[in-house]
């Protein structure tokens, strides 16, 4: 069972956690068990929805009183309405999902918000491996084969804002993150990020 | 649900089941346009009403069920649907909810129904008495919440067509309805259940003792056509998986085929028994109605084409739940409503839940759907402000 509304809660999802404004309403897409819709009802007195693709996790989540959908990002945010949100989150999914361009996209227009967190493939570490060895990295936040990983759109820091643009996306925060999830005291500059930093959170809204 | 505590002696309480007469001064217009009254509903109630009487739960049985839900059923003997399911400490906890279930508009365990005497003639209605609907069924139950001097259920819920009802209430009474929690059911009958359904009714009407459905008048009743109909439909609530896995290829008390059409295998006759044990206590026409009843179900249809709209604003926490192995509303069906309920950000959990068991599974023991019903109960009861579960 997971951690009760009060306990503790990881850290990059705490980091999360601290930038939804109280009382608002959060759709947390890949929401696993629900521990962070737990805190953010218990501690912010969010109205949270959750939507997560294994059946263990809906399980978990309903079963703790939690609203959760069993569904996935790439099929089942095109159903809700624009703007029904004010957060919509995405932790540490974007890379696993079919189409992270559309997933993005609904994201924005279903909240007023969207943060986003993933691993950040443009890490030194990532790119020495690939360029020493020839193959593909495997790291502490990257910890799977690529035969058997369920991340199949990975991309860089610079990679991702380059699609923010694109998509016609603010960027209102970016933070570089460590190998633990917590913010690293680097620069947020594009280049500095993207060597350093093994995951990266933002905050994105719509430009109009 | 794990061996629960033994239920003290007082529980359930020596009831012949409440009945109660309805609409005598105002009569209950129907879906085909005919104004019904009175109307006798047969219903059961468990636990007490809270002073604020916000702690009720409306349960919806399904096409063949009744509302001796936790009580031994009066012709069978057997122990009530969901008996396990009920009681102090247990999912519908006793001790903390108000429990309601009637018997449906249509039935044929109290409340009026085909086999009933029709005032007006002094016969049994037969297929004199009009056709009627899931909204039908929703209405008449409405009433009766009524006159227990309910405004708000907590809950409605209900598997199969108890599930239909669950989410017609949450359309035509959203404010009425704290949480719906529709289990293995779908906001439409798809054209393979009315298929299934159309097998059941013509072996119903085959049957010359049948009579054009006064078999009443005349002294008979059809019992080869409607225990034909329950073997056919007993197959599409279960899996072959679990057919399979109960019986396989195995023969019934002989050790080898005997080039006969005798009941061979295990598998026939645990239908054949099925199909006997059903006529004792369910009546032909009764069958014919309500399987029509769910024909007609199409909530989108009923709503301009669009599912979505049937809930738009509605301010009800949903829970929906499918079982992997049911292929009778399989979870695409359950998928549906959940993508309507998101199209209009309604508040809703789904959960599929993986079992081998079938469409049954939501009248059997499956711990993993048990635990999710008791998940969603005590949140939405946190939210409605009811008492906690006592945790020990």
């Known amino acids: ?208 | 649900m794990s061996s629960p505590d033994p239920l003290p002696p007082e529980f359930p309480p020596p009831s012949a089941g409440l009945s109660v007469e309805l609409g005598r001064d105002r009569p209950i217009r129907l879906d085909c346009g005919v104004e019904m009254g009175p109307v006798m509903v047969a219903y059961q109630t468990y636990g007490r009403l809270n002073e604020q009487k916000s702690n009720a739960i409306l349960i919806c049985h399904a096409l063949t069920g009744d509302h001796y839900v936790a009580d031994p059923h009066p012709i069978t003997g057997k122990p009530g649907w969901w008996s396990e399911l009920v009681g102090p400490g247990r999912l519908f906890d006793t001790d903390r909810y108000f429990l309601i279930c009637s018997n449906v508009l249509g039935g044929c365990m109290g409340t009026t129904g085909p086999m009933d005497v029709n005032a007006e003639t002094g016969q049994p209605w037969g297929l004199n008495f009009p056709v009627i609907t899931i909204g039908d069924m929703v209405k008449v139950q409405a009433r009766l919440v009524d006159v227990l001097g309910i405004d708000q259920l907590f809950c409605v819920v209900g598997g199969s067509m108890g599930g239909m009802q669950a989410l017609k209430w949450a359309e035509v009474y959203p404010e009425r309805v704290f949480s719906a929690i529709p289990i293995a059911s779908a906001a439409r009958h798809s054209a393979q259940n009315i298929a299934f359904h159309e097998v059941g009714r013509q072996a119903i009407m085959a049957d010359p003792d049948w009579c054009d459905g006064n078999y009443l008048l005349e002294g008979k009743r059809p019992h080869r056509g409607l225990a034909v109909a329950r073997m056919a439909a007993h197959i599409t609530y279960l899996s072959e998986p679990a057919l399979h896995q109960k019986f396989g290829r195995n023969l019934q008390n002989r050790d080898t085929i005997t080039y006969g059409f005798d009941a061979d295998f295990q598998v026939e006759s645990y239908l054949r028994h099925q199909g006997s044990a059903f006529v004792d206590r369910f009546d032909a026409n009764s069958y014919l109605y309500i399987t029509r009843a769910m024909d007609y179900f199409d909530l989108a249809a009923e709503n301009g084409g669009v599912l979505a709209n049937a809930f738009r604003g509605t301010r009800t926490r949903f829970c929906v739940v499918s079982f992997t192995s049911d292929w009778l509303f399989p979870t695409q069906e359950s998928r549906a409503i959940v993508h309507a309920l998101n199209a209009v950000a309604a508040n809703v959990s789904f959960v599929e839940i993986k079992s081998d068991k079938g469409h049954d599974a939501f009248l059997l023991d499956e711990p993993e759907f048990h635990a999710t019903l008791t998940g969603f109960l005590e949140g939405a009861a946190a939210h409605r402000g009811l008492p906690q579960a006592v945790r020990t």
């Open chain 1, 1 to 208: 069972m997971m951690t009760i509304g009060t306990g503790s809660l990881r850290v990059d999802l705490r980091l999360i956690a601290d930038m939804v404004v109280a009382g608002s309403r959060v759709l947390d897409v890949g929401c696993g068990e629900g521990a962070l819709l737990d805190w953010l009802g218990t501690n912010k007195g969010v109205d949270g929805r959750g939507i997560e693709l294994s059946m263990a996790g809906v399980s978990a989540a309903v079963s703790h009183g939690l609203s959760v959908i069993q569904g996935d990002a790439d099929t089942d945010l095109k159903d809700y309405p624009s703007g029904a949100f004010d957060y919509v989150i995405l932790s540490q999914t974007l890379q696993a999902t079919y189409e992270p361009r559309t997933v993005l996209s609904h994201m924005l227009r279903i909240g007023r918000r969207a943060i986003v967190s993933f691993p950040n493939f443009g890490h030194w570490r990532v790119r020495m491996h690939l360029l020493a060895r020839g193959r593909m990295p495997v790291t502490d936040t990257l910890a799977y084969t690529w035969y058997d990983t369920p991340n199949i759109h990975f991309c860089t820091i610079r990679d991702f804002l380059s699609l923010c643009r694109e998509l016609g996306i603010t960027v209102e925060r970016s933070i570089p993150l460590g190998r633990d999830g917590k913010a690293l005291a680097i620069p947020s500059c594009e280049g500095i990020a993207n060597l350093f930093a093994h995951q990266a959170l933002f905050v994105l809204s719509r430009k109009d």
